[in-house]
Structures are given as C-alpha cells and as structure tokens.
C-alpha cells in the first residue's frame, strides 16, 4: 500500500531535549516536505526537499533541521525544542517536485503530535 | 504575493443540503488550485484540482469545485451533504519558485459540520 509513514503519532517532552520525527515514503518519489499545523494559521511549510542531499528552507524554519540522505526517508530534527514548537506535524511527498509536469498532488503521513513542556 | 483565503473558519449545513465552502486566491500568472480534506486524527487527502480546462471540477465523494477567474475563487460544493462529510477542509494554491520548484500555499481551513 502506498504510504506516508511518520513516528512517533504523539509525543511529549521537555524543552531542550532533542528530538527526531521519522517520515518514510514508499512510492519512490522524490519530493517531499515537513509542515506544521496550528489552530487559526492551516498548514505552514518547515523544510522541503526535491531529492536525496538537496533541501530547502520553507516559510517557518527555524529551531528545525532536516536530512535527506535516502529517498524514501526525510526526518524532521528538533535539536533543542522549545514549547512554541508544540505543534501538530505533518510530512507530505510528491513524484516530482519541479515544472509544469508536476500538478502538485501531495500524498500526507498521519501526522505527529508534538508537545513541548 | 501567492496566497488562498478561506473566509470561513466554520461551515454548519443539514445533511440532505447543498454544502459550499469558500476560497479565494492571489497569484500571478495561471493557478494551480486544490481542495485537501482532513478527517480526524488523520492525514490531509487530496479531494480535486483545478489545472486548467473546464471551470467545473469533479473530485472524490461527489465533491467538486467551481474556478471563477474574475472573482478569483475556487469554492468548493456538493450537491447533497452527508453527515460523514464532516470534517476540515483545506484550498491550497501552487506557484512555481524561482529555482523551479513547487510550492503549495494552503488556506487556514474550514471546518465543515454536517447535522442529522
């Protein structure tokens, strides 16, 4: 079944304590990108990636680090989380992530649920 | 600058009743417009999109979407809500960045309720 995979669904910790989000794609797609959701702002893009070694920043990138050092994976690394990063997270992935050839259809994992003390 | 406004941060309708759920956008050049829902405890699944063609877009479970380009929306409707309809609802819009990449910028959602 093709899939979005994202670990761990829910979390809490406490501040400064790093932390890594896993998101795995099986479709072999070469996009993919980190957002976070919160309440009255939808869905803001934290990093994305257009394939393996290639990143960029998204609108909201600070106190994130991201890698990609294989295709299907893409983790989001929160090196010392602070609680205005108490978020509702989401990886998404797409097949291609350049040109008019891409209609932009993202595939989204189930979402990680972050909270902050 | 790209952006998509969804005016409405709650839509409640009777199931039976006709649902529409707003969005306009700004972008320069063509859009590329879509329509995501989101259940709960869920992910985000693409509904429809407008690339271009036809004004009226058909999606999943009886969804569609009408592009009107002076008005620039892209509303989403069904003709007959159900009660399992329930759920937010997210237009996003897609530009090209200058290296050539995608980007998709996403309303703040509606939430959609649907009565007995």
């Known amino acids: 079944e093709a899939q979005v995979t994202q670990n761990p669904r829910y979390l809490i910790t406490v501040t400064g304590k790093k932390l890594t989000v896993t998101c795995s794609q099986n479709?072999?797609?070469?996009?993919m990108s980190w957002y976070r959701q919160d309440p009255g702002l939808g869905l803001r893009q934290i990093y994305y990636?257009?394939?393996?070694?290639?990143?960029d920043k998204g609108d909201v990138p600070e106190g994130y680090k991201v890698s990609r050092k294989e295709k299907r994976n893409f983790p989001l690394i929160l090196e010392s989380p602070s609680p205005n990063q108490t978020s509702l997270y989401f990886c998404?992935?797409?097949?291609?992530?350049?040109?008019?050839?891409?209609?932009?259809?993202?595939?989204f994992g189930e979402g990680s649920r972050l909270t902050v003390l | 600058a790209q952006s998509v406004a969804q005016p409405e941060d709650q839509v409640n309708v009777a199931e039976g009743n006709p649902l529409t759920v707003k969005c306009t956008y700004s972008?320069?050049?063509?859009?590329?417009l879509f329509w995501y829902v989101q259940y709960p405890n869920r992910g985000l699944q693409f509904l429809l999109k407008?690339?271009?063609?036809?004004?009226l877009v058909k999606g999943s479970y009886g969804f569609e979407a009408e592009f009107n380009k002076s008005q620039t929306s892209f509303h989403l409707k069904k003709p007959s809500a159900l009660v399992s309809d329930s759920a937010l609802y997210f237009c996003?819009?897609?530009?090209?960045?200058?290296?050539?990449?995608?980007?998709?910028?996403f309303g703040t959602g509606t939430r959609l309720l649907v009565s007995p």
């Open positions: 990636s257009m394939n393996v070694e290639v990143t």
């Open positions: 479709m072999n797609h070469e996009y």
């Open positions: 998404a992935s797409s097949l291609y992530g350049t040109g008019q050839t891409n209609t932009g259809e993202l595939f």
């Open positions: 972008v320069s050049g063509n859009p590329y």
């Open positions: 996003a819009v897609r530009f090209l960045r200058n290296t050539g990449f995608q980007k998709l910028v």
């Open positions: 407008y690339i271009t063609g036809d004004n």
